[in-house]
């Protein structure tokens, strides 16, 4: 048989030593913690539930959830390995890993797998190429917690994505997440827009440190979300200014639709990701430290 490379020993061993116990007996009795990381014990999975199966592959084997930031891999993983053993030693490699991995507890680690699961759902269904499952584009992260806004809660979204972050960082890959909540911001105003009919200036302030709540939509007027029986879904919200109606304003009505850019679900999106953000903030405004608003010239 071949001998096994030099990462993927690497990457065997942190994983082999990850399943000790956490504890020791001392020869007094007492117990002493070991430093390995606490991602498994022997344990085998079980056979997965319906909702919760994969494509078969090599890359991903069956595990339990908490072993999936260890377990599971991609090529630019694999080549991130083998370039690592060309630096480090292999029981600094080995060190290293179960650092990393060692600083999240159980609990955190499950709920990181679980992420993982669902993100390699969403890629399996769109047939998601693996170059570009890591290091993953700012769309397709995008795409994926737009798919998930209002089935399960914010909070849960957001263990998704620092997991799908933790799994980028121990693996050297870049990570495109950081500009999100702007980006959900842009995107729930392009799709309003565009199947509204709504100039751009109605939406957004033209510069910095010019919201007027009298010209300006607030956070405060709120989007009410209805649904008549027999018919599409829609959401409503008044905007205080436009150009043909002056200071009366106007209801604007965004109907949903099976489209990749309904509005109604990237205006859901964008509440939910930028939930925290002042109700006497411009209705498009994306957190930051605090919040920053969207500006654009008027049209």
């Not at 600094?92 to 999240?104: E, G, K």
């Not at 599409?232 to 150009?243: D, L, Q, R, S």
Request: with cysteine.
């Amino acid at each position: 048989m071949p001998r096994s490379s030099q990462p993927e020993t690497a990457l065997a061993s942190a994983s082999a030593s990850a399943r000790k116990k956490e504890s020791v007996a001392t020869r007094n009795g007492a117990v002493a913690k070991t430093s390995s990381p606490r991602i498994s014990n022997r344990r085998k999975p079980r056979k997965p539930k319906e909702n919760n199966t994969i494509l078969p592959s090599n890359l991903r084997p069956h595990v339990l959830a908490r072993d999936r930031l260890a377990r599971w891999s991609t090529p630019f993983a694999t080549e991130f390995r083998r370039t690592s053993s060309s630096l480090l030693s292999l029981e600094a490699s080995v060190t290293l890993y179960n650092v990393m991995l060692s600083s999240l507890d159980i609990k955190t680690q499950k709920n990181y797998g679980a992420g993982l699961l669902r993100f390699t759902q969403f890629c399996d269904g769109l047939s998601i190429p693996e170059t570009l499952r890591m290091p993953a584009p700012e769309p397709l992260l995008a795409a994926f917690i737009a798919k998930w806004s209002g089935a399960v809660a914010r909070t849960t979204i957001d263990n998704w994505l620092a997991g799908l972050s933790f799994w980028h960082a121990i693996n050297g890959a870049p990570w495109q997440g950081n500009k999100m909540l702007r980006v959900t911001s842009v995107y729930a105003i392009a799709c309003t827009a565009f199947w509204c009919c709504r100039r751009l200036g109605e939406l957004v302030i033209p510069s910095p440190n010019t919201f007027d709540a009298d010209k300006h939509v607030a956070k405060s007027a709120g989007i009410r979300y209805r649904k008549l029986l027999g018919q599409a879904e829609y959401a409503v919200f008044h905007i205080p200014w436009t150009k043909t109606t002056k200071h009366a304003g106007a209801d604007i009505i965004a109907t949903g639709n099976d489209e990749p850019t309904s509005p109604l679900t990237a205006l859901r999106h964008h509440q939910n990701a930028n939930s925290r953000v002042p109700s006497t903030a411009p209705m498009f405004a994306f957190e930051t430290s605090a919040y920053s608003a969207l500006i654009g010239s008027r049209s």
